[in-house]
């Protein structure tokens, strides 16, 4: 069978059984079979694939029928310019995200005092690494502190870490019930932050039902919801996050939509954080 008949033949597969971008889905597991980075590079496409290469795509496109998320079944996903490997149940870090750090990217590019001074930042629910690693990827002189309540999520950033060689400047830390208030920083390490920065589990307890299969099958409940109202982990970041940072410091999330308001409301019925909501960003679906 060709590369194309086993894409043609999977995509139709995917199809019929719904699950959702059939034909990249084909494309991206075939692509890592061969061994190519992207699927538009391999040519030509009416050469036959070995017996091994076959068994190979059959094997991963059953787990995708399973509903399984490309990113583990391919074992690594790339996020800006790293390559990052991804496990389940690991939260998989989304073109959201992505976003989330352009911006933060953008607004610390524009203090240029910053080229010489030491940045502090510390990562809330770090999964794996995508942001801290990203962060101290731009910024060589960015320290990071990242922190997770699972030991499959520190042991992952860690390993990321050891990969792209930045483990010198990144602190990990497990806490261990979800809140800042538990967090226990070394002795030795400095506890004051220029940036806070979190995707945390923002998704309202009413909306966990709507998920896709994907989610809800394969990664970590504790990464997307976020309570009744979604607000559980946010609050304990503005609470906690006011005391850990430096002066003129900033804290920066993912929220949903309805978020904002409430965090404005958060704020002015906590005026001794001395916080303001300095700006509100959509991502690309205008969310």
């Known amino acids: 069978i060709s590369i194309l008949e086993a894409v043609s033949y999977w995509t139709r597969k995917f199809e019929a059984a719904g699950v959702p971008e059939p034909g990249?889905?084909?494309?991206?597991?075939?692509?890592?079979?061969?061994?190519?980075?992207?699927?538009?590079?391999?040519?030509?496409?009416?050469?036959?694939?070995t017996a091994e290469e076959r068994t190979k795509v059959w094997k991963l496109c059953e787990k995708r029928m399973n509903r399984m998320p490309i990113q583990y079944i391919l074992g690594e996903w790339d996020f800006r310019d790293l390559n990052l490997v991804m496990r389940p149940p690991v939260f998989i870090p989304r073109p959201e995200t992505e976003e989330l750090v352009e911006h933060l990217w953008l607004y610390l590019q524009e203090d240029l005092s910053r080229e010489e001074e030491e940045l502090g930042i510390l990562e809330v629910g770090c999964g794996s690494?995508?942001?801290?690693?990203?962060?101290?990827?731009?910024?060589?002189?960015?320290?990071?502190?990242?922190?997770?309540?699972?030991?499959?999520?520190?042991?992952?950033?860690?390993?990321?870490?050891?990969?792209?060689?930045?483990?010198?400047?990144?602190?990990?830390?497990k806490f261990i019930v979800l809140s800042l208030n538990d967090i226990v920083f070394p002795a030795d390490f400095e506890t004051k932050f220029d940036v806070i920065v979190s995707n945390p589990p923002y998704i309202w307890t009413q909306d966990m039902g709507t998920l896709e299969q994907e989610i809800v099958g394969y990664e970590n409940h504790c990464a997307l919801h976020g309570g009744t109202d979604g607000m559980g982990l946010i609050r304990d970041i503005i609470h906690t996050g006011h005391k850990l940072l430096k002066p003129g410091g900033s804290i920066w999330l993912e929220v949903d939509p309805r978020h904002p308001d409430m965090i404005q409301t958060y704020l002015n019925n906590h005026l001794q954080y001395q916080l303001h909501l300095a700006g509100v960003y959509q991502d690309f679906n205008e969310r």
Not at 27 to 46: C, D, M, N, Q, W
Not at 133 to 158: G, I, M, N
């Open 129 to 173: 690494g995508a942001i801290s690693l990203s962060l101290l990827h731009e910024f060589p002189q960015a320290h990071c502190t990242a922190v997770d309540v699972t030991k499959e999520a520190v042991e992952l950033t860690q390993h990321n870490a050891e990969r792209l060689g930045l483990c010198d400047r990144l602190n990990i830390i």
């Open 24 to 49: 990249a889905s084909a494309e991206y597991i075939t692509g890592h079979v061969l061994r190519f980075k992207s699927f538009s590079l391999i040519s030509p496409l009416a050469q036959n694939l």
